[in-house]
Nanobody, 116 residues
């Protein structure tokens, strides 16, 4: 089992920045990829960014060039630096961890609200 705890959400004005953190505990040795997803009201959950155990990252098209995902394996923590935030980035952001057996674990979510 893997437990994920997110932090860092909040309210920010358009053009501002936020950094989300997600700390993993439990069977962290089994984690292969960590990712951030988001879900806005009335929309499907979408991938924001993903990073594997050797630091290779990929991003959703809507956040490329604005968001950066990073991972500290020693601390079992993944970060999402969000810059140049837009109102359309408003959503609940969820941390995800996937293990070697392709099992997904999810955090409880953290609200990010960007005002115009």
């Amino acid at each position: 089992q893997v437990q994920l705890v997110e932090s860092g959400g909040g309210l920010v004005q358009a053009g501002g920045s936020l950094r989300l953190s997600c700390a993993a505990s439990g069977s962290t040795f089994s984690i292969v990829t960590m990712a951030w997803y988001r879900q806005a009201p009335g929309k499907q959950r979408e991938l924001v960014a993903v990073i594997n155990h050797i630091g290779i990252a990929d991003y959703g098209d809507s956040v490329k060039g604005r968001f950066t995902i990073s991972r500290d394996n020693a601390k079992n923590t993944v970060y999402l630096q969000m810059n140049s935030l837009k109102p359309e980035d408003t959503a609940v952001y969820y941390c995800n961890a996937r293990n070697v057996r392709q099992l997904d674990y999810w955090g409880q979510g953290t609200q990010v609200t960007v005002s115009s």
